[in-house]
């Protein structure tokens, strides 16, 4: 199966099925030098886990990280990282009779037409689970970032009809540290206490009512320099997209003003340049912190548009392989919504995609080589 590497410089391959004995990554790419530890990577991990509350499966992962290569004596050694998380808890059986039919809303169909094949054991590798080697990955590139003075901050933006009031400028200029706090302390992942209430009654309705929910993922990048990303096939921002739209619950991506700017005029959404600081800046952001593909130091801001979670126990109408029409009935333990675990699974992807661009950019011009060689010697 081709498609399970992403990146070209800090390099990824995510491999494991969601019912296998277990789930991982390997690294290549890493610089030596870098200290590094499993409880590091296992904070990121410990937020896209099952079982944080109500409102996500009640499958029973402690997701424990296990660095297998790479690292010696605390320190990656610029060989491959190899890193696993066994299953624990897979409770096969429950997906026993969803080998007979497609399930609305799930990658069934698409898998079997292009493999003649499918692990049906909930979803293989078009589970959800996959995205546990993105994150341990994606918690050794944000470390990397983050020691170049790269921060993030990653949120649910809304849930369902229910969203946060706050600009995300407004957000960029607060606190980060309290803010990302405040975000990690309650169930939703957002910055606000009162749309996080109302989100979770609405999230009981849903529950009730045997249906599920989406949402909003809202990414806020500070610290990038500018001149990061290129003008044509290595975008930034295309690359942003790219990386946060293979994760299987995306369905829309936008940055900036993103499909707001369409009902701009030129005068409302261009962002006029100033000397700020010692530094060139703009004093708008409606561009996102990206233009011509290319980061121009202002704070990078995206959201991800979330779809609700189609493993509903609410009747549904599909066919069985063989096209026959049927009504099910979808049980087991699934998330009535994606967006909370999906937090950690955007900034991670974001991270591995703008570290990619930066270890790029290092050979961009002649004087970066030149100053980095002779200051070497």
């Not at 429950?94 to 809303?105: H, K, L, N, T, V």
């Not at 409302?268 to 060139?280: A, L, M, S, T, V």
């Not at 050979?363 to 980095?372: C, T």
Request: charged residues 25%.
């Amino acid at each position: 199966m081709a498609g399970s590497t992403f990146g070209n410089h800090f390099k990824i391959t995510t491999w494991g099925e969601s019912h296998g004995r277990g789930v991982g990554v390997v690294i290549d790419g890493c610089p030596a030098g870098l200290s590094l530890d499993e409880t590091e990577i296992q904070k990121y991990l410990d937020r896209r886990k099952p079982g944080q509350s109500k409102f996500s499966t009640q499958r029973k992962e402690a997701d424990a990280v296990e660095i297998l290569s790479g690292v010696f004596e605390g320190k990656t050694t610029g060989t491959p990282i190899s890193l696993m998380v066994f299953n624990k808890d897979q409770h096969s059986k429950d997906y026993g009779e969803i080998a007979s039919y497609y399930r609305p809303g799930h990658a069934d169909y698409t898998f079997d037409r292009k493999y003649g094949f499918r692990d049906y054991r909930g979803g293989g590798r078009s589970s959800g689970r996959e995205t546990i080697g993105r994150v341990a990955a994606g918690a050794v590139a944000a470390k990397i970032l983050k020691q170049i003075g790269i921060s993030f901050l990653t949120y649910a933006r809304s849930i369902g009809p229910v969203a946060i009031s706050s600009s995300s400028w407004k957000l960029a200029e607060g606190n980060l540290s309290e803010l990302a706090e405040k975000i990690l302390s309650n169930p939703l992942y957002m910055p606000e206490e009162l749309p996080c209430r109302q989100a979770q009654d609405f999230l009981k309705t849903c529950m009730a009512n045997k249906d599920s929910a989406g949402g909003i993922i809202e990414c806020i990048i500070s610290g990038v320099p500018a001149g990061i990303g290129d003008p044509v096939f290595e975008k930034l921002d295309a690359n942003l997209a790219k990386a946060v739209f293979s994760i299987g619950a995306v369905k829309g991506f936008e940055i900036g003003d993103g499909f707001s700017a369409a009902a701009a005029l030129g005068s409302e959404n261009n962002d006029p340049f100033e000397r700020r600081e010692g530094k060139i800046r703009t004093v708008t952001n409606h561009a996102g912190g990206i233009l011509g593909g290319i980061s121009n130091g202002m704070p990078i801001v995206f959201r991800a548009a979330v779809k609700p979670t189609p493993s509903i126990a609410s009747l549904q109408n599909t066919v069985t392989r063989d096209g026959e029409p049927i009504e099910i009935s979808i049980h087991g333990r699934h998330d009535p919504i994606i967006v909370p675990r999906a937090v950690v699974v955007v900034e991670s992807m974001a991270a591995l995609a703008l570290l990619d661009l930066m270890m790029e950019h290092m050979g961009s011009r002649a004087d970066f080589l030149e100053q980095f060689y002779k200051t070497g010697r």
